[in-house]
């Protein structure tokens, strides 16, 4: 018989799944194993071995054990390193945490570390704590999300001739070819989006920039309603299908507007 290994690590929880009675079914980021999917036995009675935990975006400290890398870990203990509690009195800020949590799930397979997207989502998680929630906060998570997650659309240049972008051109964005047309490329009339020169440049400036300078900038209403149109289309159509937190999050923005 396989011996279960014992393993520690920290995570953010990305979701749960009742399982009988009294189990969960737990999915983490992980530091050390990327997506780690694991069952909790008795999480549903025993609050005290698991203290409520398994709350989405929560981040944990977990020990598991498991016979081999396929299969489901057995989540031995988890508790809390930081719960966000600044996010969760919040509505905005926690659809906002909700939203970066089920992409970063969309975007990972299991099993794959990737220490750069569990920092993402620890500096935007924390940020998010402390200061206003923007648009740009939103879509500079996402172009950050897709750099790491090798998805990231070409906006330099001209995908076809290659002329760098420059301003006062305007570009057409084709979220199939992942990657912007000058004016004279394009065929704006088949399955491009037109994208300002603006945007582009915002687009770009957010993927790489300090994140202590995000809470700066401030979007304009223009430049908030193109950025989210180009990447919320480009996300669908890379994932083939809309993701569900985002959906949600705009319903709560309309009924409270
Ligand atoms: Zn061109």
Redesign the pocket.
């Given at each position: 018989m396989a011996v279960r290994e014992s393993y520690k690590t920290t995570g953010f929880v990305l979701r749960t799944l009742s399982y009988g009675e009294s189990d969960l079914i737990v999915t983490f980021y992980s530091h050390d194993f990327g997506k780690l999917k694991g069952i909790a036995k008795g999480a549903k009675r025993s609050k005290k071995r698991f203290a409520n935990v398994f709350e989405p975006f929560s981040l944990t400290n977990i020990i598991f054990t498991r016979k081999s890398r396929d299969m489901l870990a057995f989540i031995e203990s988890c508790d809390i390193i930081d719960h966000y509690h600044a996010i969760r009195q919040d509505m905005e800020k926690t659809l906002i945490a909700s939203y970066f949590i089920d992409l970063t799930d969309h975007f990972s397979p299991e099993g794959k570390k990737n220490e750069k997207v569990f920092q993402l989502l620890r500096d935007f998680l924390l940020m998010l704590g402390k200061e206003k929630a923007s648009d740009a906060t939103v879509r500079f998570f996402e172009m950050r999300l897709l750099k790491l997650t090798g998805f990231e659309p070409a906006l330099e240049?001209?995908?076809?001739?290659?002329?760098p972008v420059t301003n006062g051109n305007s570009y057409y964005f084709h979220a199939g070819e992942g990657g912007i047309?000058?004016?004279?490329?394009?065929q704006p009339q088949r399955y491009e989006q037109p994208i300002s020169a603006g945007t582009v440049r915002t687009l770009l400036l957010g993927k790489d920039m300090d994140i202590e300078k995000i809470k700066l900038i401030a979007l304009t209403d223009s430049l908030a309603a193109e950025s989210r149109s180009i990447l919320i289309g480009f996300i669908a159509h890379v994932l083939g299908r809309e993701v569900k937190s985002l959906k949600v999050m705009e319903q709560v923005r309309k009924l409270c507007t």
């Open positions: 240049h001209c995908i076809v001739c290659k002329t047309k000058c004016s004279a490329c394009a």
